[in-house]
Structures are given as structure tokens and as C-alpha cells.
């Protein structure tokens, strides 16, 4: 079955300063559309910077102002949507409103104001709307639980141990080397770079496992930063006292 909308189209004219005698009825299913321009006495059509439209509401003394644009033939218009300003303006308020031209501007002596019309608004009952069936943003919002994963199962001790005997391996193999090839260790000096120098890189290598076990690396690099630069210094010193005892 086809539905077909039916549109009626009701004109009002109104001359200043009479007001119309007709009352309009409008409901949120249509527009009120007012059109006027603004003439001397001698007819000339004029512009006026300043041009508004007041609705007022007679029973609760509301009033919404609205402004009035002209187009390139100098006729100003201004559309009423029943239905959007009926929430944005009104508090869909149904009742008798008066609208009311509003005209001022510096090349007019006297600005004036116009009672154009009465209309009478319908809009739906207030009663519980969308609106108050969304949640306001500033109520309590439900709580929010977040549950980390639960960490992997860690291996049984026996393998940690055995994969740390591995990492060790090496360094027990060259102290084996060095003990079964004779190392030749009368040259180490005991000044206080060289203990310096061999104490910074056995803290690098404590770090290291420090990192590994439970710090962080931006705690590490802090460490380390301080350790480098101690090791750097004893490292550089130890360097130039070897360079001049060979000398």
C-alpha cells in the first residue's frame, strides 16, 4: 500500500504596523517561513544590519530571538523548524507565542519593534523522551575489572640449574686453561686503577645479572652509567701507567 505525505502551504500577509489578524496553528510536523522587506517612505527597499525575530511564549514569558538574513534580492527570510527548535529552544512548551520583527540599525532614526503575528505551537508531550532514557556522562559508570594473565608456569629447578651450569661452563673452562697452561699472572698490578678497572668490569657483569633477575632496564642503565664511567676512568689511567712502564 503506497503512503502519500500531504503538504499545505498557508500564506499570511501583514503590512506595518498592523498586526495580522489570523492566528497560525503548527505543529512539529511543519516549518513556519517569514519572508519581509524593509522600505522607506518613498518606497526605497533599505538593508539593516541589525534584523531578529522573537518568539514568546505568552503563558510562561519565555522569548527565543532568532536572526533574520537577507538574500541577493534583499528580501529577508527566516525558517522556523517546529520539531528541532522545539527541543533546542521551546522545552517543547505547546502554547500561544507571539513573533514579534525586531529592526535597528544607525541609518534608521527610530528602531522599532513589530508584534507580525500570533501562532499557536503543538509539540509532543514532555513526558519521559530519548534524551532521559541515555545515560548522563557525569552518573557512576560500572566499574572497570582488568585481570592480568596469569604468568607462564616457570620450569622445574632442575633445569633452571642446569641451563645456569651451562651459561657458567665457559668461565670454568678457561680458569681450567689457565691453571693447566700456567698462566702467567706476576705482571698484574695491584695499583689502585688496575683493582679499579677489573672491580668495574666485575660490576658490569653483576648488573648484568641484577638486570636479569629483577631490575629494570631504565634502573640498569642508570647503574651502569655511573659503573661505565668509574671503569672508563680506572681503565684509561691503568692504560697510560702500562704505556709508561714499557717506555
Not at 505525505?5 to 500577509?13: E, P
Not at 529577508?76 to 514579534?100: M, P, R
Amino acid at each position: 500500500m503506497e503512503q502519500y505525505a500531504l503538504c499545505v502551504n498557508i500564506y499570511v500577509w501583514a503590512t506595518f504596523p498592523t498586526k495580522s489578524k489570523s492566528t497560525l496553528d503548527a505543529d512539529v510536523h511543519q516549518n513556519v517561513l517569514i519572508k519581509f522587506t524593509l522600505a522607506d517612505k518613498s518606497g526605497a527597499v533599505l538593508q539593516a544590519h541589525q534584523t531578529f525575530i522573537r518568539v514568546f511564549n505568552v503563558k510562561s514569558n519565555q522569548e527565543v530571538t532568532f536572526t533574520a538574513d537577507s538574500d541577493s534580492s534583499d528580501v529577508y527570510k527566516f525558517t522556523l523548524d517546529i520539531a528541532e527548535s522545539g527541543k533546542d529552544f521551546f522545552n517543547q512548551q505547546s502554547g500561544k507565542y507571539t513573533v514579534d520583527l525586531i529592526v535597528g540599525d544607525a541609518i534608521i532614526q527610530n528602531p522599532f519593534i513589530w508584534n507580525v503575528i500570533d501562532i499557536n505551537l503543538k509539540f509532543p508531550d514532555v513526558g519521559q523522551t530519548d534524551e532521559d532514557d541515555k545515560p548522563s556522562q557525569y552518573s557512576k559508570k560500572p566499574n572497570l575489572e582488568h585481570m592480568f594473565r596469569v604468568p607462564e608456569k616457570r620450569p622445574p629447578v632442575a633445569v633452571s640449574t642446569a641451563f645456569t651450569g651451562l651459561v657458567l661452563l665457559p668461565l670454568a673452562i678457561l680458569v681450567i686453561l689457565w691453571i693447566k697452561l700456567g698462566a702467567n699472572i706476576k705482571n698484574f698490578s695491584f695499583s689502585l686503577s688496575a683493582l679499579g678497572f677489573h672491580g668495574g668490569l666485575g660490576a658490569i657483569f653483576g648488573l648484568l645479572y641484577c638486570y636479569w633477575a629483577y631490575l629494570t632496564m631504565f634502573a640498569t642503565l642508570r647503574y651502569l652509567a655511573a659503573i661505565g664511567i668509574f671503569t672508563f676512568l680506572c681503565g684509561n689511567r691503568l692504560l697510560r701507567s702500562i704505556a709508561e712502564t714499557k717506555n
